[in-house]
């Protein structure tokens, strides 16, 4: 029914440009950003056609909303906005993609923002960091660029070698969608399935840069559904996770994360915390539980004075 409504609407708008402006397959870039203002114009006026169809002036009495002329000034705005859409190329199969990738983000957000708050007055809330805890981003990150075919030597790339080079491929990886190619960390489901099964509420901290990258925050839902991992609560954090943890989160019963620096900070806040290194995430899951259920009062890693993080800072 789409295709068929979506076909109908490209032959319109075919015929449309072709009489008053330009082919369709002869638009330049120039061309669609200004049928873009122009779409938008049309599109504003008619939401206010919408408006106009329901009575919403509080100090007067207008009737009944007009079912019939609201829908037909609905499907003007639909046929306006899918018009917009012909003149950027979009398809119907990636109108379906991108509804369906945008869902996921508003759904988690939703459940995040309105759900999330009554979980957190306890203490069976854990925190989880997701590169190199769950996600193998040093494997993966090597593997996307071998596939990149320009090149590229890991020693190449090495941040102590040319930090530009690295964040530039980071940069590449993050707006490309490649994070979605991560592979999973052994043991992660077992590790998360522990959690759950003794009643946790899962929550990701990530410091990945969706102000950057947005397109990262429904590339990272997606990788989680992809995996089996839950999604329900994933929050972004360019602060300190430490702090944000004890301002977010002040009676979580655990924070994993690869960063050595974060696990101390945050036990210096009195939170119990575990670095994750080399893999170990399902091990270091299985440590929490056992002193958590023998009453450990002050659980996680001990580290030493000075060590620096785990794995190279991905955020």
């Known amino acids: 029914m789409l295709e068929d409504l979506w076909r109908r609407q490209l032959a319109f708008t075919q015929l449309l440009l072709s009489t008053v402006d330009r082919p369709l397959e002869q638009l330049t870039e120039d061309d669609r950003i200004r049928l873009t203002k122009e779409y938008i114009e049309y599109l504003h006026a ?35 906005l899918w018009g917009l859409m012909i003149i950027w190329n979009i398809n119907p199969k990636e109108l379906g993609r991108a509804f369906n990738r945008k869902s996921d983000v508003v759904d988690q957000r939703f459940k995040q923002e309105h759900l999330l708050p009554k979980q957190v007055a306890n203490n069976k809330v854990v925190i989880v960091d997701i590169d190199d805890v769950v996600a193998d981003w040093e494997r993966g990150f090597e593997t996307w660029v071998d596939q990149l075919g320009e090149n590229f030597k890991p020693e190449d790339y090495a941040k102590h070698i040319d930090p530009g080079l690295r964040e530039r491929l980071k940069n590449r990886i993050h707006s490309s969608g490649g994070m979605l190619e991560l592979p999973l960390m052994f043991g992660s489901n077992n590790a998360i399935d522990m959690l759950q099964k003794e009643g946790y509420t899962i929550v990701w901290l990530t410091a990945r840069p969706v102000g950057k990258h947005p397109r990262l925050i429904a590339d990272t839902v997606a990788w989680l559904k992809k995996n089996n991992l839950p999604t329900e609560y994933i929050y972004w954090s360019d602060l300190n996770k430490h702090l944000f943890v004890v301002q977010k989160f002040p009676t979580a019963a655990a924070l994993f994360d690869d960063h050595c620096d974060t696990i101390a900070h945050a036990k210096e806040f009195g939170i119990r915390a575990y670095v994750v290194e080399d893999g170990d995430f399902l091990t270091k899951v299985d440590l929490f539980l056992q002193e958590f259920s023998n009453g450990v009062e002050e659980g996680g890693d001990t580290l030493e004075q000075g060590e620096e993080g785990a794995s190279d800072t991905l955020e």
Not at 53 to 80: I, M, S
């Open 46 to 80: 008619e939401l206010v056609e919408v408006l106009n169809n329901v009575p919403w002036k509080k100090h007067r009495y207008l009737g009944a909303a007009d079912r019939d002329n609201l829908l037909e000034e609905l499907v003007d705005c639909q046929k306006f």
